[in-house]
């Protein structure tokens, strides 16, 4: 097991990747103070592999396991859910010391984190990711939130977990294509601020759809670790933790149009990372050679790289314009500057759409 | 205008008192860094008095306002509401650095200040709180937080606002009971942190009624200090903060048990501190003189001491236990050691029954 710090003060917390260690749940929890009851927020497709040795292992560190099962999926990330989660809590008698766990991908990790910051002003809780996606990305960092029918996490909340335990061992239950999906991230992370990991993936991403352990451990380490430095430097985005957004601008905006269901959040990424080169490199920001590697990669991954064809550019401009992060009239994007450096960049809708269609 | 500082690293924010301050709503709010779009929410009774003057000092310092009238009463402290505010802020593209005024009571503090917590995870916020009660107590400290059906402030978060501006002219406006009710929190300060100030409530708690402004900006700027330190040593309520609940908790089950609409909050305050002050005593820790002072000042007031006859005691203990600052069974309880000090003491509900019941 390999443990990294998020180091954040008060807040701060560990992050531990291993292999099986799904069975050290309710020691590691007991590590860092917590005890008593605990909610283990899932929904059906990860209770039928994980729910039973996860309440297993909190069982036999003494802890009383109270499961709450949500509707699977991102349509289901509202405050429906939410509602549900509070009227279990209540029913239980949760308590401020008792805690959360959010036991799933990134629909649940939000929805579970935002619950905890919100039910009785904030109780802990604590992080297992069972998708590649959420194990690089939203389970570290503190970002909760749900959606609101006009957008995605338009509601929600910092809040920072007391612990995120990443079992590399469960990505095996992962349908491919979703664990497709997360490698989107993981090359985001070289694309913005490393390029040996991006090299790394040049030469082997082969290896990683096949789950080869090892090297799934280094580069979930090295990806946790990039996120980590970056929420270290700026928690609730003042500024420059907005880098992570590379390729999400789009991203957001291809996810909001096709109603969430046509592509997963990695391959809206895939193909929005693929558009920000493209503009990085229009505006004079990035390399033909760069870029070419970025796409060349991307599609190495089996992600895809260009906007679904019915999908119109005035559609993307508008979605991105109520996306939260518009400020101002202009959007901010995060441009590549080459491999492994970024730079913000204000666009207006009018330079963006004569980008896109070009 | 006298201003006191609440200090809380960065997020520490300045309390402004005077007369007449309304007008300079719009500059106060650029000294903290704030300009662009600002939602004024509030209720159609305060906003018949205060909300053209407050848009017109905005205008005047080249905020765009927007006014988001919510019902008015503790009953509409809820997720519906909530909804209403998002769904403003939406509509008019509220961005991460548009703002929130709070224009109103407790209600519509704590309502505004969640939606602030939680709208695209976190907005700046201003509290200009129009009743006693929200001048001295609620606007002070961050908690913010609406209602759920089976209990108060179940849900919120601590988040504090980037100002309170207190203008104790509008006092003038508030009706004579709810001006007393909030008479009940600013002799809670006297009891749990400053004899001096029991004392001077002793001799002209009369003259606050009458709304004599040298007296009312010295005990609110005294209430505000006393809570402002309380908060600073402990933000997250982990232990001490919970000195504010002095009476509070015997006072929010009454308010409970009588469905929010028989009592004001200061109200069932009243009686909360009389229990809590004979509970004391009859642990040993409050002296008979000091409860004989306690419960004459807080009748010399206009508030209530008793429990109404109607309320059962079982039902008052049942509703202690659902409240939040349950702990492993035991309630805590804040005791008063004579004036102007505590201790916290955890109770059985046997052991309050049996209290009450005496």
């Not at 999926?73 to 959360?100: C, P, T, V, W």
């Not at 619950?115 to 690089?136: E, I, N, S």
């Not at 996490?153 to 920072?160: D, E, H, K, R």
């Not at 280094?218 to 928690?235: R, Y």
Request: charged share 20%; glycine share 10%.
């Amino acid at each position: 097991m390999q443990t990294l710090n998020v180091n954040l003060g008060d807040r701060s917390y560990p992050i531990h990747i291993g292999s099986g260690i799904l069975a050290r749940t309710g020691e590691l929890l007991n590590q860092v103070g917590l005890s008593g009851k605990v909610a283990i927020v899932t929904n059906p497709t990860v209770a039928q592999f994980y729910l039973e040795p996860i309440q297993a292992a909190l069982s036999k560190a003494g802890f009383t396991a109270v499961p709450i099962l949500l509707p699977d999926g991102e349509a289901h990330k509202n405050s429906i859910s939410l509602q549900m989660i509070y009227d279990r809590l209540i029913a239980e008698r949760f308590e401020r010391k008792s805690s959360i766990l959010a036991l799933g991908g990134g629909v649940v990790g939000d929805l579970a984190g935002f619950a905890a910051a919100t039910y009785l002003r904030g109780v802990p809780y604590v992080q297992v990711p069972t998708t590649l996606l959420a194990h690089v990305d939203s389970s570290v960092g503190g970002k909760t939130g749900v959606n609101h029918a006009d957008g995605k996490n338009l509601i929600g909340a910092f809040y920072q977990p007391k612990l995120v335990l990443i079992d590399i061992a469960v990505l095996k239950t992962l349908p491919r294509r979703e664990l497709i999906a997360g490698l989107a991230e993981v090359i985001k992370y070289g694309v913005i601020e490393d390029t040996a990991l991006f090299g790394l993936l040049e030469q082997q991403i082969d290896k990683l759809v096949q789950l080869d352990s090892d090297l799934l451990s280094q580069t979930i380490a090295t990806s946790c670790a990039i996120k980590a430095k970056v929420v270290e430097a700026d928690e609730r985005e003042d500024d420059y933790r907005a880098v992570l957004n590379f390729g999400h601008t789009i991203g957001h905006a291809l996810e909001a149009v096709t109603g969430y269901t046509e592509l997963l959040h990695g391959e809206a990424v895939g193909v929005g990372m693929v558009k920000a080169a493209a503009l990085s490199m229009r505006q004079g920001f990035c390399d033909q050679i760069s870029f070419d590697r970025i796409v060349r990669l991307i599609g190495k991954a089996g992600l895809p790289t260009e906007i679904p064809g019915k999908v119109s550019l005035a559609s993307l401009i508008q979605a991105m314009e109520v996306d939260k992060k518009a400020a101002g009239g202009k959007i901010k994007f995060v441009m590549c500057e080459g491999i492994g450096k970024t730079r913000f960049h204000h666009l207006a809708p009018s330079e963006i759409l004569a980008a896109l269609s070009a």
